[in-house]
């Protein structure tokens, strides 16, 4: 009989990493063009996801944990910016400063001194200073929240830990627009590169963080 594919990876993919002493909190290119129906990127489990992120940024917050966003904004004629990425998805061309569909999602915007990442490609490490600026403030996870899963999530979360970072994607506070493709990629970012884990356990760490802050700098 043939293994599924949880009895394949047991025992040799799947190790815990966990959360360390300093994270951050990264929410990755939550814009209308996912959420908004009719849309051609539109998304109904980013529609979740949006729904769920409020109470993680929330306690992010109340924690004084970094909370850090990214958008994708073309600027060049044609979206020449893009490179290849816009010739293989020329559906990202909608993400360019005028259109109401490169807006940030109601709810899950920036506050003011949150830094914002443009980026034009999938992951929020490439091609910008967020690697250089997370390590010069002692950052050791990154916690991921955003769209889409099988994109700029696992892009980012492989870049991630690339950088040397603790990943952590949010269960609940990612989505995609199809569950096979979501489904796959959080397995297989969980076996690899990075724990899946649900809001709760997330808000549980994130109080721990927020208590030993300045007293204690183990892992939790």
Not at 35 to 46: N, R, W
Not at 118 to 147: E, N, R, W
Request: proline share 6%.
């Amino acid at each position: 009989m043939e293994q599924g594919a949880s009895e394949n990876y047991k025992g040799v993919w799947g190790h815990r990493i966990g959360f360390g002493a300093k994270p951050a909190l990264l929410v990755i290119d939550f814009m209308k063009a996912y959420t908004v129906p009719g849309a051609p990127l539109f998304a109904p489990g980013v529609v979740k996801a949006v729904a769920e992120t409020p109470r993680l940024l929330s306690a992010a917050r109340e924690q004084g944990v970094p909370v850090i966003h990214t958008n994708i904004l073309y600027h060049a004629p044609g979206c020449a910016d893009g490179g290849v990425w816009v010739k293989k998805s020329p559906v990202m061309t909608a993400m360019v400063a005028g259109n109401p569909l490169a807006e940030f999602c109601e709810g899950v915007e920036p506050q003011a001194g949150e830094p914002v990442f443009t980026k034009q490609y999938a992951s929020a490490f490439f091609g910008t200073s967020l690697a250089p600026m997370l390590h010069a403030q002692g950052i050791d996870t990154v916690i991921l929240a955003g769209c889409s899963t099988s994109g700029c999530i696992r892009a980012s979360a492989v870049d991630a830990v690339q950088h040397g970072f603790r990943t952590i994607v949010v269960r609940d506070c990612v989505g995609d627009r199809h569950e096979g493709p979501h489904e796959a990629n959080l397995f297989d970012i969980d076996a690899k590169y990075g724990d899946v884990v649900s809001l709760d356990e997330t808000l549980e760490a994130l109080a721990r963080v927020g208590a030993a802050a300045g007293t204690d700098h183990r892992p939790v």
